[in-house]
């Protein structure tokens, strides 16, 4: 018909039919083109493909055959070729070949094992292969080749156990292995001795911690063991006159295991947030001062006692304060002068009516010659509201008349 518009060729349709009619041929050759991209700008970004398997080994043959296009040279075999003519003809060393080599490699494929060649034959610095379905690390091997690795992000995966090779790394800074099912740590003494990030949570860690190896780290900033098993850390944490912790460590995360009846913390004067809710503790020790603490959180417990080391002249920066759903029956009076408390929570405790002195934390602070007039007055307690005067009738107001 004259009124009908002219048929045009749906390219989306037809390329997505040529496309699934590919299957694994396509999505192998679209590895390969992210391979060959990677070797020219040294980016590997693999989000968004859906692949299933492995990733392939070749990696360092890739990087190879680039170099010789780029160079005008020949092309230099892959490392899975087997022929020992081939291989003795290269003249030129074989890390020639990795001058373009990626820095980082940010991976969100779901794949279930890494190759070797990426940490023996990639000079890497950060990898991130975080979401995915990975269930176990190359050889321990392979791991200690990659003396540069810096950040290694490992989040959200599958793994059982991490190799002891792993914590030997001499220049690895952050460390993050939350979200898997790791059940235990390597006892022997780490050398990672500049690691200042250590994420752990969510994880599968218990009964106990091997402190041992975690102590060598001696810049350790942040540490997070929240969400595992734990049931006892004996001295981990209480520290002796000299450990590099008590200048380091800025946050400590111990939520949600099964540590109690009592948690002893002591010597972290460099803390500033610390966090135990959800665990099984009646009794919180914290020894020491705490000068830089300015947040705690610790609800859900079976706290029946305040800790003393939370009063102004241990703690004066303590602006956060959570102890909901614990067993206090009252708070101390001292706790009122703490100029730096801005937020306190205690709903779900078993106390009837804070002290007036407690709550009063705008309060001025007290100087020695008016420390008892203050008390007295503080302990007067609140003014009685004066009585209430009615409102006289005036005499000559109307009187109703009486009938005769």
């Not at 975080?130 to 992000?153: D, F, H, I, S, T």
């Amino acid at each position: 018909m004259a009124g009908r518009g002219r048929l045009q060729r749906n390219e989306r349709f037809f390329g997505q039919a040529a496309a699934s009619a590919s299957g694994d041929a396509g999505a192998e050759a679209k590895v390969r083109r992210a391979f060959q991209r990677c070797a020219e700008s040294g980016v590997l970004n693999l989000s968004g493909q859906n692949l299933k398997g492995d990733l392939p080994a070749s990696i360092c043959g890739f990087q190879e055959r680039n170099h010789g296009l780029r160079t005008g040279g020949s092309s230099i075999p892959s490392p899975r070729s087997t022929s020992p003519t081939t291989r003795s003809s290269v003249s030129r060393p074989r890390s020639a070949g990795l001058r373009s080599a990626p820095r980082s490699w940010p991976c969100r494929t779901p794949c279930r094992r890494l190759p070797a060649e990426l940490f023996t034959e990639l000079p890497l610095k950060q990898l991130n292969f975080r979401q995915n379905q990975l269930v176990a690390l190359p050889p321990g091997e392979a791991l200690a080749c990659a003396e540069q690795l810096v950040e290694l992000v490992l989040s959200e995966n599958q793994l059982s156990c991490l190799p002891a090779e792993l914590f030997d790394l001499p220049s690895l800074e952050v460390l993050e292995v939350s979200g898997n099912s790791v059940a235990g740590l390597s006892d022997h003494e780490w050398g990672c001795s500049r690691l200042r990030r250590l994420d752990l949570s969510q994880n599968a860690l218990g009964p106990r911690l091997p402190s041992r190896g975690l102590h060598r780290c001696s810049v350790l900033r942040e540490l997070s063991l929240a969400g595992n098993t734990l049931e006892e850390l004996g001295e981990t944490f209480v520290l002796p006159p000299q450990h590099a912790w008590r200048t380091s460590l800025v946050s400590l995360d111990l939520s949600a295991n099964r540590l109690g009846p009592s948690l002893r913390i002591s010597g972290l004067e460099a803390l500033d947030c610390l966090q135990v809710s959800s665990n099984r503790i009646s009794s919180l020790e914290l020894g020491g001062r705490f000068p830089r603490l300015s947040a705690l959180v610790a609800q859900s417990n079976q706290i029946s006692e305040f800790p003393a080391a939370l009063l102004p002249d241990t703690a004066p920066n303590l602006a956060t304060l959570d102890l909901m759903n614990n067993d206090l029956n009252s708070l101390p009076p001292e706790l009122g002068l703490n100029q730096a408390l801005k937020r306190i929570q205690l709903a779900g405790n078993p106390i009837r009516r804070p002290s007036r002195r407690s709550c009063s934390g705008a309060a001025p602070r007290t100087s020695r010659g008016s420390s008892a007039a203050a008390s007295r007055a503080a302990s007067a307690g609140p003014r009685r509201p004066p009585p209430r005067r009615t409102a006289r009738r005036c005499c000559c107001a109307r009187r109703p008349r009486v009938a005769s």
